[in-house]
């Protein structure tokens, strides 16, 4: 597996993605110390400091379905949960689709991003940033955000909990590709998701809701009960709160 490590980058998406247009194999990975202006979902900015966290992007390149591709982002969270829960020994949980949260707060996030063209996919990048041992975090998100050492007191190492997600990624990739889909997955999605039965508010879409996650199809759609019907909410579209 090719590694390349950076003290500084801008972002390690937007070098994955470079390194996979020179033809870099599938697995590649790139890790920054700090970025400088790393990227979040919806066009937020992800806060990078140096010395705190783990910055990196993993490069894919799978020979499958594009439209099968988001499905992704929820197989790396199940990893980078696993992960965390193993090397901090705590209880690392995923909030729909791929945020992972310790405590309620928000320690993890990951944004996926694909080239493609029909039916074929050049590369597909995951970037995982995770708050490891920031003890502040800006005004606008101290509410939402947290470090695992604040969640759990621990400082552990980042080469650590970065060699336990590889692993982890690679086992979950692998019952993944068996089906393209997350039917072999889905159970333990389900046993690690905070929004499982509890009431979440669906925003974004035309008309947003409330009603109570009953965890994810195979597909990786949310699947949300309200008074009147059952919904099933792809990622991508919307978020969810709650
Ligand atoms: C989110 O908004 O929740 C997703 C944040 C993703 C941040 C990571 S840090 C490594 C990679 N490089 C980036 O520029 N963003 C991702």
Same mark, same amino acid.
């Given at each position: ?7 500084? @980058? ?17 697995? @590649?990975?790139?890790?920054?110390? *700090? ?6 979902? /919806? ?10 966290? !783990?910055?990196? @992007? ?9 439209? *099968? ?10 990893? &980078? ?8 020994? @705590? ?27 029909? +039916? ?20 606008? #998100? ?13 400082? !552990?190492? /980042?080469?650590?909990? #970065? ?36 009431? &979440? ?14 965890? !994810? ?7 949300? +009960? ?6 099933? &909410? ?5 978020? &969810?709160?709650?």
């Amino acid at each position: 597996q090719e590694i390349y490590y950076y003290d500084v @980058t801008d972002s390690t998406n937007i070098r994955a993605k470079e390194l996979a247009e020179e033809g870099h194999p599938s697995g @590649t990975l790139v890790v920054a110390d *700090h970025q400088e202006s790393g990227r979040g979902r /919806r066009g937020r900015s992800w806060d990078s400091p140096s010395g705190t966290g !783990i910055f990196m @992007t993993l490069l894919l390149k799978p020979e499958m379905n594009p439209n *099968h591709a988001s499905m992704l982002t929820l197989v790396a969270a199940m990893a &980078v949960a696993r992960a965390i829960s193993k090397c901090a020994d @705590t209880e690392a949980l995923i909030k729909w689709p791929n945020d992972i949260v310790i405590g309620g707060k928000k320690i993890c996030g990951i944004l996926t991003e694909m080239s493609a063209q029909f +039916d074929f996919i050049n590369h597909i990048v995951i970037g995982i940033g995770i708050n490891v041992h920031n003890e502040h975090f800006p005004e606008e #998100i101290a509410e939402t955000a947290s470090s695992i050492l604040l969640q759990t007191g621990k400082r !552990i190492r /980042r080469a650590e909990l #970065i060699e336990q997600i590889l692993e982890q990624f690679e086992h979950y990739y692998a019952i993944f590709m068996e089906t393209e889909d997350l039917s072999g997955l889905v159970k333990e999605y389900n046993s690690i998701l905070v929004n499982m039965n509890k009431s &979440v508010r669906v925003l974004d879409p035309k008309e947003p809701f409330e009603g109570k996650a009953m965890g !994810i199809t195979k597909k990786g759609e949310l699947i949300v +009960d309200t008074w009147e019907s059952r919904k099933m &909410v792809s990622s991508g579209e919307v978020s &969810v709160r709650g």
